[in-house]
């Protein structure tokens, strides 16, 4: 164990929170998605979406330089999903602002997520509870 770092991050999560560099992206995602075809590095969480964000974001900050760092899944019908509010509450916070937030297709979620340096899958029953955050500088 260390001190001062969330215990919901594992040794592979903090080993590719360190690897990520300015402006890679984090995917993390709903238990109903499908992270492991994304073929791109996958950690589970067994935590919900709100907690698994507030402990990255307590170690990674957000991008400054982009209008929306934050993505996140619409749902079929272009609403936003119904985790949406409890996520921009849980980003704002650790980002001591309001961070921007762009709603993404579901259908081009998928490839985008592709792109991510990694995909954080937690145990979240909402659907449609998948972002996308951006990594900005310390």
């Given at each position: 164990?260390?001190?001062g770092i969330d215990p919901v991050?594992?040794?592979?999560?903090?080993?590719?929170?360190?690897?990520?560099?300015?402006?890679?992206?984090?995917?993390?995602?709903?238990?109903?998605?499908?992270?492991?075809a994304a073929g791109v590095p996958?950690?589970?969480?067994?935590?919900?979406?709100?907690?698994?964000?507030?402990?990255?974001?307590?170690?990674?900050?957000?991008?400054?330089?982009?209008?929306?760092?934050?993505?996140?899944?619409?749902?079929?019908?272009?609403?936003?999903?119904?985790?949406?509010?409890?996520?921009?509450?849980?980003?704002?916070?650790?980002?001591?602002?309001?961070?921007?937030?762009?709603?993404?297709?579901?259908?081009?979620?998928?490839?985008?997520?592709?792109?991510?340096?990694?995909?954080?899958?937690?145990t979240e029953e909402r659907p449609?509870?998948?972002?996308?955050?951006?990594?900005?500088?310390?």
């Amino acid at each position: 164990m260390l001190k001062g770092i969330d215990p919901v991050l594992g040794p592979d999560l903090l080993a590719l929170l360190a690897r990520m560099g300015h402006g890679d992206v984090i995917a993390v995602v709903d238990r109903n998605y499908p992270a492991h075809a994304a073929g791109v590095p996958v950690v589970e969480l067994a935590v919900d979406l709100p907690r698994a964000l507030e402990a990255v974001l307590g170690l990674m900050p957000v991008d400054r330089f982009q209008e929306h760092p934050l993505r996140h899944m619409l749902t079929d019908d272009g609403a936003d999903g119904p985790a949406l509010a409890d996520v921009r509450a849980v980003v704002d916070l650790a980002e001591g602002r309001a961070v921007g937030a762009l709603g993404v297709d579901r259908l081009a979620f998928y490839p985008a997520a592709r792109s991510c340096f990694c995909v954080v899958r937690t145990t979240e029953e909402r659907p449609y509870a998948c972002v996308m955050v951006a990594k900005g500088v310390v």
